[in-house]
């Protein structure tokens, strides 16, 4: 394959403005698979977040935002649900189970979820799984937490450890409860969801922080007050609840029931529903980067061919010379072509470390802004997919030198007058 | 010491021309003006002959058919005894590659390879080239390097430089050597000086001839220019040999 060496020397030579080229096209694979690898986990994370809940329930509000912040922890409720309507709703005869949410605290920018046990017990994630706890138990009575995987992890926490719970969502929240910290109780299992981010606490110690917070002076522990004057207060609230039916063919019946519910407004949602919802409008913007990143891609492979026409008519020269000793012209065109090939290949094995090192690089960005866990594997079948058609492209592209200079040598055999 | 040379010289005479050709016509399109008619024509084996014609005359062409990258319409073509017209376009660039040395007027040199690799180039192309010189016991960079130092170019520090580092003159000198490597029988020079100055023109021709000598090849050495024929044992006017350009209006006379 004396060929191929002379094509690769060639390359060297002209290695400034074909590396140029190899890193243009390369950043337009990285841009493409980048964007493909962001889709993906999306979709992953999108898919796997919530499974075996047939009906969501919060306050009045747009169901998509009722899903982000009880599914997603991204945003806020703009209203909670009183914990009259929260036993009305659980108590109904096709309601197997109801899950509590009650949001609005934080922990070092994470979320604190006010919850019960029925959500360890319930709550069910990808391919209806349950919760795992890797160390200790789940919270009993008094101020105890569970922490999610991440939670764990990044803060170094275990069971026995003690936290402070913020007031607010903010990362840097000034108003703590730090007269009542929290002992961990257990540290979840990782989930690849929003739960490994989140810390879950007991609703009653988290309507009991707030009581005391807000002002009332008691000379005991307001969880003690707590259970003697248990729903006395009107304040008791949750954001959002999480309900499993008997059977799945009840839902439209009790969305319905709920949506028309008589003593306060509320919003039930079928998660798959708008989950689907939310997913088509992430499409619109997704097909349209993958339109853009295409046409980077058009761009770079244009430049190639942009290169390798240029070059041609000084290379005529050298094509003569390798026909006059012994090259034939499929010889001449395989390295041109070599060249397309070698530069197309080379700038997708480009390509490819650059989008690696990249996700390496904003990978626990993205999880932590925005819940995005993005897997670094093999790639998946549809980036083969996309790898192989610019693949494909650039070889096609190539062919259009490689066939002008095999009909240039065919007619010039040794001699060119350039 | 004379009778060898007699004995030599039959000997080659007996042996089949290394250019044979008769009624050779050439057209580049079928049923165009031919641009070559050659009735015939001999050149015998280690003979030096000087191919005298003006630029535009064909001779590039008769380069190209005696190459084999193009292919008379009619006669006969036959180099070193093999007739060209029954070899397919593979076989020729193979015979080519095996058996001729081309040394061109200008732009001899790959750009991106190194002195030793142009020199070592046909051997890419000719495993009977390549054979010849490791036969001798000798890697290919070796025998360029012997070449080099022939014809004075094995400068350590010019080997493996881009050759476009080179003056034109040791440009001519790489190209006589890749020319020369693995000994083909056959070498065909196409105006090789005519960008060298006066003294540096005739240094090379000697070089030429005693490079073939001692590889016991045929020299065909193409110019326009007639204070060079000298030294050669014949001398060819390409406008009498090529009926086509007899044709012609006569737009170039040679005196």
């Given at each position: 394959m004396a060929i191929l060496g002379l094509a690769i020397k060639s390359f060297r030579n002209r290695k400034f403005t074909t590396g140029l080229t190899v890193l243009s096209i390369a950043l337009s694979v990285m841009l493409l698979l980048g964007i493909e690898k962001i889709r993906a986990g999306a979709e992953t994370s999108f898919t796997s977040t919530i499974s075996g809940t047939d009906l969501i329930v919060g306050a009045r509000s747009s169901p998509v935002q009722l899903l982000l912040y009880s599914v997603f922890h991204i945003g806020n409720p703009t209203n909670n649900i009183s914990v009259h309507s929260y036993e009305e709703i659980s108590e109904?005869?096709?309601?197997?189970w109801a899950i509590p949410l009650s949001l609005g605290d934080s922990h070092k920018g994470y979320r604190v979820v006010g919850t019960s046990a029925d959500f360890y017990q319930h709550f069910r994630f990808g391919k209806q799984q349950s919760l795992q706890l890797e160390q200790g138990a789940w919270f009993g009575e008094g101020y105890q937490a569970v922490v999610g995987a991440d939670v764990a992890a990044a803060q170094g926490y275990e069971p026995g450890t003690e936290i402070i719970i913020a007031h607010g969502s903010g990362d840097e929240s000034f108003i703590t409860h730090a007269d009542k910290p929290f002992r961990i109780a257990g540290v979840l299992q990782r989930t690849g969801t929003p739960v490994d981010r989140a810390v879950y606490v007991g609703l009653e110690s988290i309507d009991a922080i707030h009581e005391d917070f807000e002002g009332d002076e008691h000379d005991h522990d307001p969880l003690m007050r707590h259970a003697d004057h248990a729903?006395?207060?009107?304040?008791?609230?949750?954001s959002a609840i999480l309900i499993g039916l008997q059977s799945r063919g009840a839902a439209l019946a009790m969305q319905r029931t709920i949506n028309e519910h008589d003593h306060e407004p509320l919003t039930a949602i079928m998660p798959g529903t708008v989950l689907l919802e939310v997913w088509q409008m992430m499409g619109t913007v997704e097909n349209v980067l993958m339109v853009v990143s295409g046409f980077v891609v058009a761009v770079g492979l244009f430049s190639m061919l942009i290169i390798l026409m240029t070059s041609l008519n000084e290379r005529r020269r050298e094509m003569a010379i390798l026909r006059s000793v012994g090259a034939r012209p499929a010889h001449v065109f395989v390295l041109i072509m070599g060249e397309a090939v070698f530069l197309t290949l080379l700038a997708i094995i480009l390509g490819l470390a650059m989008v690696y090192a990249l996700m390496l690089f904003m990978q626990p960005w993205l999880e932590s802004a925005f819940g995005l866990y993005v897997a670094i594997g093999w790639p998946n079948t549809t980036e083969l997919i996309l790898l192989s058609v610019i693949a494909l492209c650039g070889f096609l592209i190539g062919l259009i030198p490689s066939l002008r200079i095999y009909r240039y040598s065919l007619a010039d055999g040794m001699t060119i007058r350039v | 010491m004379a009778s060898d040379d007699k004995n030599h010289a039959s000997s080659i005479l007996e042996q089949p021309p290394v250019i044979q050709i008769a009624d050779l016509r050439f057209a580049?399109?079928?049923?165009?003006?031919?641009v070559l008619e050659i009735a015939s024509l001999q050149i015998h084996r280690e003979e030096r002959v000087f191919l005298r014609g003006p630029s535009g005359s064909g001779k590039s062409t008769l380069l190209n058919l005696l190459a084999g990258v193009a292919l008379p319409q009619s006669g006969v073509l036959k180099v070193l005894g093999q007739d060209m017209t029954v070899l397919g376009s593979a076989q020729r660039d193979h015979f080519r590659a095996d058996h001729i040395g081309f040394i061109f007027?200008?732009?001899?040199?790959?750009?991106?390879?190194?002195v030793v690799e142009n020199v070592t180039l046909p051997c890419r192309f000719s495993g009977k080239r390549r054979h010849k010189v490791l036969a001798q016991g000798d890697s290919l960079e070796h025998e360029a390097i012997r070449l080099l130092d022939h014809l004075d170019m094995a400068h350590a520090d010019v080997l493996h430089e881009p050759v476009s580092e080179l003056s034109v003159g040791q440009q001519q000198r790489v190209a006589a050597a890749r020319a020369l490597i693995g000994a083909p029988e056959l070498v065909i020079a196409d105006e090789p000086t005519s960008s060298l100055d006066a003294d540096r023109r005739s240094a090379f021709i000697d070089l030429l001839f005693r490079e073939c000598d001692s590889a016991n090849a045929t020299l065909i050495f193409v110019s326009h220019d007639n204070t060079l024929q000298a030294p050669f044992e014949r001398t060819i006017e390409f406008d009498q040999l090529n009926r086509a350009a007899q044709a012609q209006p006569k737009l170039h006379v040679v005196s």
């Open positions: 109904q005869p096709q309601v197997k729903h006395e207060s009107e304040e008791g609230e949750v | 580049w399109k079928k049923q165009a003006k031919p007027q200008m732009f001899n040199l790959i750009p991106y390879l190194s």
